[in-house]
C-alpha cells in the first residue's frame, strides 16, 4: 500500500501464527479504517486495486463465520458477567474488520467492563478497542 501511494499505510501485526490488521473496519463507502487511521480517495482506491492484483488485500483476510461467533460469545459473556447494556459487535461490509460500537458513556476502561472481560478471557475472541 504504501509502495502504491498510501505512505502512512500501517504495517499488519502479528496475530496467532500470521500477520493481520486487528480491528479494521470497511464502510459502504469504500473506506477503511485500520488501527483508528482512515483511508478513503482515489489514491487509496488506486493502491487497494495494485495491491489486490498481486494478490495482497491490503487490510487482512475476511473473517470467517464461526471466527464471528466467536466475537459474539465474547460480547455475550461481558453481558452475563455484569455488563447488560454490552453491544454485540459489528462486522465491516464483505467481511472485513470488527468493531464494537459502545453506547454513550460507556468507558472500555470502566470498573464493570474490565471485571468483565477478566471473566471472559477464555471465552470467544478478545474484542478489539476493549
Known amino acids: 500500500m504504501r509502495a502504491h501511494g498510501v ?4 504495517d499488519p501485526v502479528k496475530v496467532g501464527g500470521s500477520e493481520d490488521f486487528p480491528g479494521t473496519i470497511r464502510t459502504p ?4 479504517t485500520v488501527e483508528g487511521i482512515t483511508f478513503s480517495g482515489p489514491a487509496f482506491l488506486a493502491a487497494e486495486r495494485a495491491c489486490q492484483q498481486r494478490g495482497g488485500l491490503g487490510h487482512g483476510a ?5 471466527q464471528k461467533q466467536s466475537f459474539v460469545a465474547q460480547a455475550r459473556c461481558i453481558r452475563a458477567h455484569g455488563v447488560p447494556g454490552f453491544p454485540d459487535p459489528v462486522f465491516g ?3 472485513f474488520g470488527v468493531r464494537v460500537p459502545l453506547r454513550a458513556g460507556q468507558n472500555p476502561d470502566s470498573p464493570a467492563i474490565l471485571r468483565a472481560e477478566k471473566a471472559c478471557a477464555n471465552v470467544g475472541t478478545p474484542l478489539p478497542g476493549v
Do not use: A, F, I
Not at 463507502?29 to 477503511?32: A, K, N, Q, T, Y
Not at 475476511?62 to 464461526?66: A, F, K, N, Q, V
Open 62 to 66: 475476511t473473517l470467517s463465520e464461526h
Open 93 to 95: 461490509p464483505r467481511g
Open 29 to 32: 463507502d469504500g473506506s477503511l
Open 7 to 10: 505512505p502512512n499505510y500501517p
